[in-house]
């Protein structure tokens, strides 16, 4: 079992900066492949960014590409967004999920993560 804890969402202006994070339990972090989705009100959860097990790729989506990175430090059992340029269109309730040996191919599929946090607002203004 592991466990999900985000921080470090907030309020932001647009053209503003916030990075957020998820502390994950356990001692296997390094074989979970990790991932960030977002939900606005009124959509359908979707993917953000992830960040493939073992040291394998990181990912994007194409909305946030060039704005928004992924990493993640083993070490800590950290994973991190760092959201640049933000926009009002980025406001919604980030969750941070993981799956155990997930493989780059299913990154940004949503059923195949085992494990979710509790979410963290992010509302950009305008």
């Known amino acids: 079992q592991v466990q999900l804890v985000e921080s470090g969402g907030g309020l932001a202006l647009a053209g503003g900066s916030l990075r957020l994070s998820c502390a994950a339990s356990?001692?296997?972090?390094?074989?979970?492949?990790m991932a960030w989705f977002r939900q606005a009100p009124g959509k359908e959860r979707e993917v953000v960014a992830a960040s493939i097990w073992g040291g394998g790729s990181a990912y994007v989506a194409d909305s946030v590409k060039g704005r928004f990175t992924i990493s993640r430090d083993n070490a800590k059992n950290t994973v991190y967004l760092q959201m640049n340029s933000l926009k009002p269109e980025d406001t919604a309730v980030y969750y941070c999920a993981a799956d155990r040996l997930l493989g780059g191919s299913k990154w940004y599929n949503r059923y195949e993560y085992d494990y979710w946090g509790q979410g963290t607002q992010v509302t950009v203004s305008s």
């Open positions: 356990g001692r296997t972090f390094s074989t979970y492949t």
